[in-house]
């Protein structure tokens, strides 16, 4: 009986290691920065981007917004005195396609990805049938 116990408390604890293991990878592919947290959703029903940072006083950020090319279509800086930033990002201007939030402090960089596609409704075209 003592045996049998062993032998489950061994299976259980392997399997818990490889448990968190498996957590401790997942982790990593989703990598939050270190120095400054984020806040971003679309508001519904607009084009608009909410975006929220909190950040240690003294630490300055920079937020870029590009286009698919690279290029930088918007900036802003976060000033040192400022703890907590929000602000809405207009999007209804650009051009369907994928854009980038580019957020970065101190040694870390972070990248959001945006995704802008507009329902241009298509024109019907209508006929008039008369019955005789």
């Known amino acids: 009986m003592k045996k049998l116990f062993k032998t489950l408390a061994i299976v259980l604890l392997a ?7 498996t957590i401790e990878d997942d982790k990593k592919e989703v990598r939050q920065p270190t120095s400054f947290d984020i806040g971003m959703y679309n508001v519904k029903n607009t084009s608009k ?8 006083k003294g630490d300055v950020l ?15 800086v976060v000033n040192k005195k400022n ?24 040694n870390e960089k972070v990248i959001r990805e945006v995704t ?5 409704p298509t024109p019907v075209v209508y006929k008039e049938l008369t019955l005789n």
Do not use: P
């Open 62 to 76: 920079t937020i870029k917004l590009r286009d698919a090319d690279g290029e930088v279509i918007h900036t802003e």
């Open 15 to 21: 399997s818990a290691t490889t448990f968190a293991t």
């Open 49 to 56: 981007v909410r975006l929220m940072l909190e950040k240690a």
């Open 83 to 106: 703890t907590f930033y929000s602000t809405n990002f207009q999007l209804d201007g650009l051009k369907d396609g994928t854009y980038q939030f580019e957020i970065t402090g101190k």
């Open 116 to 120: 802008v596609s507009t329902n241009v």
